[in-house]
């Protein structure tokens, strides 16, 4: 299927909506969002600390849940507050700002009085009465930025309601990837697996389905925290990330992104995946030299939130030396699950060439370089450090250039079949050395033993 006919396509989310909104209309949900310190205190502080954007303001909540950011906007002085909220968690939401209007000595919240209008509907439902906002705030993220599909909702609310020159809240995401390595994790998935080889449970063969259970356990996203440690090479915080600028980006370049990379391996060691997480940032009213951007990281290295991190594990591990240039790329395309389909394709060392993400997935085949005639070299292109190519020429001893100069994995992940690994404590971090991780640190040239130096 091209990527054409997939953006075409656009897979509705409306299948899925009577579970995704039974799921946010339950209080302990609710709860689990709520008690994320990290991500209801970055909102309360970008809201209270940009106060420009909210005093005497019209300001439109974008699936409000319990209402806690509607209510932060109220205290940051917005005039008033549409909260639109499919879920009967409108219902709860109701509850709480009605009990505002009762007599003296009775009221809660008496700060909500008339301050807050909640709206029970999808934002994109005609029925929404609503004026143009100045403001709209919003938290429409998932694992890996996108799970869920809500950003396109908040681009809706952003086309529809928000005045010339409003804000959004947030207002930028990026998405960070690198290659990590986890051989307990890969064993642990390897062993889910395997439980399908057997020939003989209670008399039953169950070996024709291993090949299934494989392919289904490694195309499951492990959502959890990991160790920073176990990252074979770390992105470049503000230049490696993929940024989706929320006042500008279009629902079509929602659908179907493309995430290129490349990293210079750190250490040596066998790359099992590929890691993924993403930051926030709040810029306020980037006009005003009062504005207070507010930013927000869900990386590994971070303070832990209920997003956590996701990896993609391969289901073959790829052996990377210390220097080695990783590249590749992630292909994005929503589903009809309210998230993405998520292909992936790396390369280690120099030699081959990416394929192109917008043609049909398929597993690839490398290509074998053979002698013609009488000839004992092989000239191929190879990528080198800068991201120039080179013409290299390579011997050839037996017919075939050494297969273990070109090396790819490929894979497809469906986003929303998470699996959760929770091994990660974090506990014993100072004790924790690349070593325990069978991570390698690169030989120095000028390393000295016995007062003899060896050299590369």
């Not at 959004?168 to 080889?197: I, S």
Request: hydrophobic content about 35%.
């Amino acid at each position: 299927m091209s990527s054409e006919t997939r953006i075409a396509d656009s897979p509705s989310n409306e299948a899925r909506d009577p579970a995704y909104f039974g799921y946010y209309a339950m209080l302990q949900h609710q709860q689990n969002m709520l008690q994320d310190n990290v991500r209801t205190s970055t909102y309360r502080s970008a809201i209270l600390l940009n106060p420009e954007c909210f005093e005497n303001k019209l300001v439109m909540d974008v699936g409000a849940g319990s209402g806690i950011l509607s209510y932060f906007a109220v205290q940051a002085g917005a005039k008033k507050v549409y909260a639109v909220e499919a879920s009967d968690m409108a219902l709860k939401m109701k509850k709480l700002v009605q009990v505002a209007s009762l007599p003296p000595g009775k009221s809660k919240n008496e700060f909500l009085k008339d301050r807050v209008e909640v709206i029970q509907a999808k934002i994109e439902d005609p029925s929404v009465k609503a004026p143009k906002v100045d403001t709209i705030i919003s938290e429409p993220i998932g694992v890996l930025l996108v799970h869920e599909r809500m950003i396109e909702s908040f681009i809706y609310a952003r086309d529809t309601f928000l005045k010339p020159g409003g804000h959004l809240f947030p207002n930028k995401g990026t998405m960070y990837l690198a290659p990590f390595t986890d051989a307990l994790l890969f064993t642990e998935t390897m062993g889910k697996a395997r439980f399908w080889e057997q020939t003989t449970f209670h008399g039953v063969d169950l070996s024709p389905l291993y090949p299934d259970a494989k392919a289904e356990m490694f195309g499951m996203p492990v959502v959890g925290h990991f160790d920073p440690k176990s990252l074979l090479a770390s992105p470049m915080l503000g230049t490696d990330g993929y940024e989706m600028d929320f006042n500008t980006i279009t629902m079509k370049a929602l659908r179907d992104f493309v995430v290129p990379f490349s990293w210079t391996a750190q250490y040596t060691g066998l790359m099992h995946g590929v890691a993924g997480w993403f930051d926030l940032l709040f810029s306020g009213n980037p006009q005003s030299e009062a504005s207070q951007p507010i930013e927000m990281s869900t990386g590994p290295s971070a303070e832990k939130t209920h997003w956590q991190q996701v990896r993609f594990l391969f289901r073959e591990p790829l052996a990377v030396n210390s220097g080695q240039v990783i590249r590749g790329w992630m292909h994005c395309v929503v589903n009809d699950m309210r998230s993405y389909t998520v292909d992936i394709e790396v390369i280690a060392g120099p030699f081959g060439e990416l394929s192109d993400p917008s043609q049909p997935f398929a597993p690839l085949l490398e290509k074998q370089y053979r002698k013609q005639g009488n000839s004992t070299r092989t000239t191929l292109t190879a990528v080198v450090e800068d991201g120039t190519t080179e013409e290299i020429v390579v011997m050839e001893e037996d017919g075939e250039v050494d297969p273990l100069q070109f090396i790819r994995r490929r894979g497809r992940w469906e986003l929303h079949e998470q699996s959760y690994n929770y091994s990660y404590t974090g506990t014993n971090d100072l004790l924790t050395k690349p070593e325990h991780l069978c991570m390698y640190e690169p030989q120095a040239t000028d390393d000295v033993y016995g007062g003899v130096t060896y050299s590369a």
